[in-house]
């Protein structure tokens, strides 16, 4: 049992349980962790903090999982996550900061969650999102909960009561001030959506603590921006009631990036290939957001990742590992070798991965825009959106796909809303 995966673990206890009958009966199914040990560990089995990287069985069932006490979970057809704002959607203007000189802290290198909290706060930007000023860092890491019981929403459109018994909790940074307590989830790859327990097991944690109100903050460090975004419970006893009060985007460098700039760097790349599926050695993408393209070249800069580790880290299932990965082969960053210590292959960056990832933020976008540019559907692509001033129609850049030959007719369908995405991004950058 030991070699099990997640998804084959969870399918041999939902036999053994029959725990789809009994969600759909009782509306809950109570599991202890040696239950789950049997199968597999627990710590690998039931943290999914985005819902992209669940186990095909619960995402099929539309089952969720929720840790009740230290030893306990309960699973049922719960609404756990929450949207994070698509930030290639996000026009805001990007608020520059300045940060104090440290020996110690090389803004071109923050690749952890507890650096990236660091500069939140050297460069006051925690103050300014907030509105108040000397927000001291007082607590963090692994805590109980201590005991509660709430109400969150289902699939079935009603309520499911859930009842918490000294669970465990992680808090990444926890913040006092005269007005309010401020707890921070924070993290440094990009996902689509957040597991809304990172917020309301603190939360209630520290509401049953503290008298001053607490403020919820979401931080997203990649690509050198900081975005964050504050949530409210609405109803402290109700999970669901969830909502953002505002976002804001900050960096330590200069983020403007003009259209001329764009023009610029379309007018000096030179096309290198057509993408012939016959004769090119990479595949052609199927990976829609490119913030996430980047996410992976920020984690590899650190080490090279199993296919499985790069699935751990970003949150992905294997597959979308290797569609990641190729999107950024196709760009000439990532390569596969063969590690001899892990004895297996592994996920890396080219030379010019590296020096990409060591550019400025202006200069590493306009790098990343020139090497999209080289391929001569997203050159000709441009060029259209430019004159035209309008994004290309799907079945437009379907036909490109079939003239370039990209990839087989089966593909095509899907692997098109990645290339729109990818246009779309590039004339987002002097938005974001």
């Not at 070798?337 to 030379?351: A, C």
């Not at 976008?365 to 090497?371: A, H, R, S, Y």
């Amino acid at each position: 049992m030991a070699n099990l995966s997640a998804n084959e673990a969870w399918e041999k206890i939902f036999e053994k349980y029959d725990v789809v009958n009994k969600v759909k009966t009782k509306g809950q199914f109570h599991i202890k962790s040696k239950q789950i040990k049997e199968f597999r560990e627990p710590r690998l089995m039931a943290k999914w903090d985005s819902s992209e990287s669940l186990p095909k069985v619960l995402k099929e069932n539309h089952i969720n999982i929720l840790p009740n006490s230290r030893s306990s979970y309960v699973l049922s057809d719960f609404k756990l996550y929450e949207k994070i704002p698509n930030i290639t959607d996000n026009t805001t203007d990007i608020h520059k900061v300045s940060v104090p000189q440290f020996e110690t802290l090389n803004i071109k290198n923050i690749t952890s969650e507890a650096n990236a909290i660091n500069l939140l706060i050297l460069s006051n930007i925690l103050d300014d999102f907030l509105g108040v000023e000397n927000n001291v860092q007082t607590f963090n890491g692994r805590m109980g909960t201590g005991n509660f019981n709430f109400v969150v929403d289902t699939k079935r459109g009603v309520k499911e009561k859930v009842i918490v018994n000294n669970a465990q909790c992680e808090i990444d940074a926890g913040f006092e001030n005269e007005e309010s307590v401020i707890i921070m989830e924070a993290k440094n790859v990009i996902y689509p959506d957040f597991h809304i327990r990172q917020l309301y097991y603190p939360y209630r944690l520290w509401k049953s603590r503290v008298k001053k109100p607490i403020r919820l903050v979401f931080s997203v460090y990649s690509n050198m921006i900081f975005r964050l975004y504050e949530y409210k419970f609405e109803h402290a006893d109700d999970y669901s009631s969830i909502h953002l009060i505002k976002s804001k985007s900050y960096s330590v460098q200069d983020t403007k990036i003009t259209y001329d700039d764009l023009l610029n760097v379309y007018h000096k790349t030179q096309v290198k290939t057509d993408d012939n599926m016959e004769t090119a050695d990479v595949t052609f993408i199927q990976a829609d957001s490119f913030e996430r393209v980047i996410s992976l070249l920020e984690q590899l800069y650190e080490d090279s990742m199993t296919t499985n580790e790069v699935a751990e880290m970003m949150q992905f299932d294997p597959r979308q590992s290797d569609y990641y990965f190729n999107a950024g082969r196709y760009l000439g960053l990532f390569e596969k070798v063969k590690d001899e210590n892990k004895g297996s292959i592994v996920m890396q960056l080219t030379t010019l991965g590296k020096d990409v990832y060591n550019l400025d933020y202006k200069d590493r976008q306009l790098k990343l825009v020139e090497l999209i540019l080289e391929h001569k559907i997203f050159n000709d692509l441009f060029s259209y959106v430019f004159n035209k001033q309008e994004l290309p129609s799907k079945e437009m850049v379907r036909n490109k796909m079939r003239e370039y030959n990209v990839c087989s007719e089966n593909l095509i369908n899907r692997r098109s809303s990645s290339v729109i995405a990818w246009i779309k991004r590039i004339f987002n950058l002097p938005n974001m």
